[in-house]
């Protein structure tokens, strides 16, 4: 399939260089995140806090393989967590090119401070739960990858220049 797919960890992003990548190729972006958050009608905190996070996963899976049946082609912006399942990984596979966006955990904790809509990382020490998850998910997400962008001190029209 030509889906352009976009992974990496949360505030690399993903969802900024898909609107941009998606308008210049002139195709439809389509977040998991917010396609999640529209069909279930609740934020993602809510869905954390009311579900657990097992049911949001499963929510992920629900929602590429929607996508694998669509004809249409998009650019797809994913949630942080979703290539950690294995299933996940194949299904993006077959979803077209996945391209991964490495972010450092400076970066990260620069643009997301004060964030409080990752229930993730509403912890008393942000940073290291940030090192933490970017250690335990760097391998899959570089299993998931058919290409790796570094994206610290880039900018968008830059990434967006990279991948295409
Ligand atoms: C998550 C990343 C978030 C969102 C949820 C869990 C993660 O998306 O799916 O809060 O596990 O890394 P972004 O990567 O768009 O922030």
């Known amino acids: 399939m030509n889906n352009y797919v976009l992974i990496g960890f949360m505030g690399c992003g993903k969802s900024t260089i898909g609107a941009a990548l998606a308008e210049t190729l002139k195709l439809p972006m389509l977040d998991t995140d917010a396609w999640i958050e529209e069909k279930q009608g609740r934020t993602i905190s809510t869905i954390f806090a009311e579900d657990g996070e097992p049911a949001f996963r499963d929510m992920e899976t629900a929602c590429i393989r929607e996508l694998i049946e669509s004809e249409e082609a998009y650019v797809i912006s994913t949630g942080g967590g979703l290539p950690m399942r294995e299933e996940n990984r194949a299904?993006?596979?077959?979803?077209?090119?996945?391209i991964y966006l490495k972010v450092s955990a400076d970066e990260v904790c620069k643009r997301l401070a004060g964030d409080t809509t990752r229930p993730l990382l509403q912890c008393e020490n942000p940073r290291a739960r940030v090192e933490a998850l970017l250690a335990e998910r760097e391998a899959k997400y570089m299993a998931a990858a058919d290409r790796v962008?570094?994206?610290?001190?880039?900018?968008v029209d830059e990434i967006v220049t990279e991948i295409l």
Do not use: A
Request: hydrophobic share 40%.
């Open 91 to 98: 299904l993006l596979k077959e979803l077209g090119q996945v």
């Open 149 to 155: 962008l570094c994206v610290d001190g880039k900018s």
